[in-house]
């Protein structure tokens, strides 16, 4: 079956799925409740029984995404609209219980073609009809699993079918009391546990219940192919003779018993599903341009290799699945996959074929793309974290915590591509899926493996459900809450289902048992000592999350964090755990994300009161989208209090700039030394939370992004704001020669001074002192504060790295930003291709710095901001006499006039149209 499905190099290819005889039943679906329909299922798949009365339904999708489209519901992500639809705690569980049915037209087919319907994930069991017969004859339960059926006899023979799935939700439901995963209960299930409530979002009514992934039908001959997996070992040391490393098993090897550097070895295997009551033989291959096998020694052939195909003659039993291991393949000059950052992302696409023997057409394929590189990890005794290598070389991890993309489980290829942009844009090089949520999905990784992301991926349990400490809010206590789910044979079978699912992307970095927790002994010894090492092998399995075998905790505490807005010197001088899985902050949006989901009426400044407990308090609706506890606190007061939510949100991204600055180069100020990498919590939400997030929901960056962005360069100039040491980070592989470190500061009416100018030399993955700036700003800042610019040059004196830090005044407050004059930059913006503008901003030597202007391309039409849309730099300050260029991509739609508007602290909004 074609369960892997992955794209090479572009990112849309539309005639992908039919070219594999495959297509998704994706439109077209009707659904009515339970409640309402009394026939059984043999007679709803009647193409006779009438379903005129019911709704469209949307699939993949769940019962909330159908009644969101039906408008039977109101948006759940504004305001309180999420109060207004009925739980499935009071309501039970027949309330959320639904028929789907779908028409689809495939004819009975001739010969030995055979038929298939495949269902990626429902939630959370279901019986399945077809044409009056039932499909499934073992129940079909949980979240996590993958399950095809042989539908050829059951076709009728005009081509008209009848498709009926009734879908049952989880059991049980858990109650949404306000703790984290509700009372608990919903990790008795396997699926995810988010969906009864977490502190950075509100239940979801339904649970997500419906045919939440994709339905698929698919023709193959007698012989099905089911599973590929390719696994690729790199030899990238110059080892052995002449450069040449060691082989694995030399004396089985032909004359040549040396590999040469830089090439690769390829492992591969199938499942072959043999459908026939008689004994298949045929051929399995693939094709690979300058791949090769090794003659065994002995051999009396004059041939050392065969060259471009890999292939292996087999014998199937009759209605058998048979496991298939190809010949390995040597691939000379192997272009390898790196994470961002690092190196290029390179691919290798590969078709797998079954030939039956005396026959020419292939019975099946499968499309396949793979990256070739290796990842190991080792614990580092010196900082106690483990280090991540790939391809031998170190990669100091920053990364982002992923919850999912969307709550009710809207996924496409779009937003994905857009997510993982944004992850690849702010610098980082690892996503972790946290243990809450679910297994991604294929065209996430497909994303990961274009982008560059490494990703950690967890199984499903938290140590919130299943037992890690005492709570309160839990209905079950800590010992029975350890052996959740109820079905561990479910969960192994789930699990292994995954990570056949999965295994084939280069961005798969790690296994992980479990958030904050491990599994119960029962799965994990199975789960770590069989299934991994049998289905995958290659990867690193972590127990939990926040392990000492990943981060030795000599702090104490549950070994991660800390959470909430932090003063920004505390990255810097506050060591926390050596690869600390989850530090996070704040991260509200500005004004226009605010009110996409904020009532009018609602729109209040929080406030903030040392005399009060908790110090700040929000509006309802604030609060309700999980604004209070992480909030801003007295970090706004220095900027000048709020006048409105306007100014709020100005001020917030000032705040979010430096926050997520300061963290990641606080970390990479320490790389090596205490730190081997960290993850921040979180980079996303999938519901409009107001905490922890670079982008919106409606993918929407903020300010969050942009600092990390800037404190993520691979090579980097910063300023430590204790010490006000100038350092250098490289985290790349080569040395920085002769490079040159300029330091200057500027006061609020523009006026210059030279701090700084010298030569400096900074070793491979190091961090580099270079000098200290720190008397002198503190006597220049000390009145008003002001600003302090950085460059990094090359040889030629052309610019590696940039980064403008605004400094307080002596008594900590932002008093000169207050009253800074107008800086009134002239702004243009060309038009470089469609879907991409170069926007100009220029600034005149007689102005003072044109201070933090945050660019915008917008619908000419309505003034609403183009979403996604993709900067090289935003909130950007001018310096006097200089101009700023800045890119931005977004999706390019027909009737949709582009325009540019920029707003800035100490410049009018100013829109521009754009010149072609």
């Known amino acids: 079956m074609k369960h892997t499905l992955s794209l090479f190099g572009l990112l849309f290819l539309a005639g992908l799925l039919s070219a594999q005889n495959r297509y998704e039943l994706n439109s077209g679906w009707k659904y009515a409740p339970i409640s309402n329909v009394k026939d059984t299922g043999e007679a709803i798949s009647a193409a006779s029984y009438s379903v005129e009365t019911w709704k469209p339904a949307v699939v993949p999708g769940t019962v909330l995404t159908s009644q969101l489209a039906n408008g039977d519901i109101p948006d759940p992500f504004y305001g309180m609209n999420n109060e207004l639809i009925p739980d499935i705690y009071n309501t039970g569980r027949e309330y959320y219980t639904y028929w789907f049915v779908k028409n689809f037209t495939e004819t009975q087919p001739k010969g030995n073609e055979q038929v298939w319907l495949t269902f990626r994930g429902i939630n959370y069991s279901c019986d399945i009809y077809l044409n009056g017969q039932k499909v499934n004859k073992e129940p079909y339960e949980g979240m996590f699993l993958r399950k095809s059926f042989n539908i050829t006899a059951m076709l009728t023979k005009d081509g008209n079918n009848r498709l009926a799935v009734i879908v049952h939700p989880v059991d049980p439901v858990g109650e949404p009391n306000g703790g984290q995963g509700g009372d608990g209960v919903i990790a008795r299930n396997n699926s995810h546990q988010y969906v009864a409530g977490w502190d950075w979002i509100q239940p979801i009514r339904d649970r997500n219940t419906g045919i939440w992934d994709k339905v698929y039908i698919e023709k193959t001959g007698l012989v099905n192919i089911m599973n590929p997996h390719v696994v690729t070992q790199v030899y990238y040391k110059p080892q052995g003779i002449n450069g040449r490393a060691p082989v694995w098993n030399s004396s089985t090897l032909h004359i040549d018993d040396l590999i040469p550097q830089g090439s690769a070895k390829i492992k591969t295997g199938i499942e072959l599903q043999n459908t026939s009551d008689r004994k298949i033989s045929g051929t399995v291959s693939y094709r690979l341009d300058s791949i090769y096998t090794l003659v065994p020694k002995g051999s009396k052939s004059k041939e050392k290799h065969t060259v471009g195909t890999i292939y292996k003659k087999v014998t199937l039993e ?7 291991e190809l010949p390995e393949g040597i691939l000379k000059n192997a272009r390898l996959w790196y994470p961002a950052g690092y190196g290029e992302q ?20 499968e499309n396949v793309t793979f990256g070739i590189r290796e990842i190991k990890t080792e614990f580092d005794t010196h900082t106690g974290g483990m280090m991540v290598r790939v391809n031998g070389e170190k990669i100091f991890i920053k990364g982002g915590n992923w919850i999912i993309s969307d709550a009710m489980l809207r996924f496409s290829r779009e937003r994905y591509d857009a997510e993982i942009r944004y992850h690849r844009d702010m610098n980082l ?20 493996d274009r982008y560059g992301l490494l990703v950690m991926q967890d199984f499903w349990m938290s140590g919130d459900c299943n037992g890690r400490w005492l709570d309160p809010k839990k209905k079950d206590d800590m010992q029975t809450r350890r052996k959740y789910p109820d079905n561990h044979a479910l969960f192994l079978e789930s699990a292994a289902d995954m990570i056949k699912m999965i295994r084939n992307h280069p961005s798969l970095a790690l296994w992980c048992g479990g958030n904050e927790i491990m599994p119960p002994t029962s799965i994990l010894l199975p789960l770590r000592d069989t299934i991994l090492p049998k289905l995958d092998g290659t990867r690193t399995f972590i127990d939990y999350s926040n392990s000492d075998q990943m981060s030795y905790n ?8 800390p959470y909430g807005i932090q003063d920004p010197n505390s990255f810097w001088q506050e060591r926390t755990f050596p ?11 500005d004004y226009e994300s605010l009110v996409r989901f904020i009532p009018e009426s609602n729109m209040k400044v929080p406030v903030y009161n040392t005399a009060t407990s908790p110090r700040e308090t929000a509006d309802s609706v604030w609060t309700y989208h999980t604004y209070t506890g992480v909030g801003y606190n007295q970090h706004i007061a220095p900027y000048g209090d709020a006048v409105d939510v306007r100014d709020f949100a100005r001020k917030a991204q000032l705040v979010n700039y430096n926050q997520y600055r300061a963290l990641i180069e606080g970390f990479s100020s320490h790389i090596w030394k205490w730190y081997t990498g960290t993850i921040i919590w979180k980079t996303q939400n999938p519901w409009t939370s107001m905490r922890g997030q670079m982008y919106d929901c409606y993918l929407d960056p903020n300010a969050c992004l942009f600092g990390l962005r800037k404190g993520s360069e691979s090579v980097h100039i910063m300023c430590n704001p204790v010490t006000g040491m100038v350092m250098v980070v490289n985290n790349g592989f080569e040395q920085l020669r002769d490079v040159t470190v300029v330091v200057k500061a500027y006061d609020f009416d523009g006026n210059e001074t030279e701090l700084m100018e010298i030569i400096a030399y900074v070793e491979a993955s190091d961090a580099k002192n270079i000098s200290s700036v720190k008397s002198s700003i503190d006597k220049l800042f000390a009145e008003k504060g002001g600003f302090l610019y950085l460059q990094l040059l090359d040889e030629s004196r052309r610019q590696i790295s940039d980064n403008f830090y605004w400094y307080a005044d002596s008594t900590g407050n932002y008093s000169g930003l207050k009253y800074m004059q107008p800086a009134d930059c002239s702004v243009s913006a060309n038009r470089i291709a469609d879907g991409k503008i170069e926007i100009t901003l220029s600034n005149n030597a007689s102005n003072p710095i044109s201070f933090f202007n945050r660019l915008a391309v917008v619908d000419a039409n309505t003034d609403e901001r183009i979403l996604p849309a993709f900067y090289d730099d935003n909130y950007v300050s001018v310096l006097p006499g200089k101009e700023v260029r800045v890119m931005v991509e977004y999706p390019h739609k027909q009737g949709v006039v582009p325009r540019i508007i920029v707003e800035g602290w100490n410049m009018k909004p100013k829109t521009v149209d754009i010149w072609r």
């Open 318 to 324: 009759p209605h058998s699945v048979t496991e298939v």
């Open 346 to 365: 390179n691919l290798y696409s590969i078709r797998f074929e079954f030939v039956e023997n005396r026959q020419t057409a292939a019975s099946d394929s």
């Open 429 to 448: 090089n690892l996503i972790r899926i946290w243990g809450g949520a679910l297994t991604e999905r294929p065209e996430f990784y497909e994303a990961c």
């Open 554 to 561: 000599s702090i104490g505490g549950n070994g991660d964090g």
């Open 579 to 589: 690869f600390n899985s989850e530090v996070g902050s704040v991260g509200v949006g």
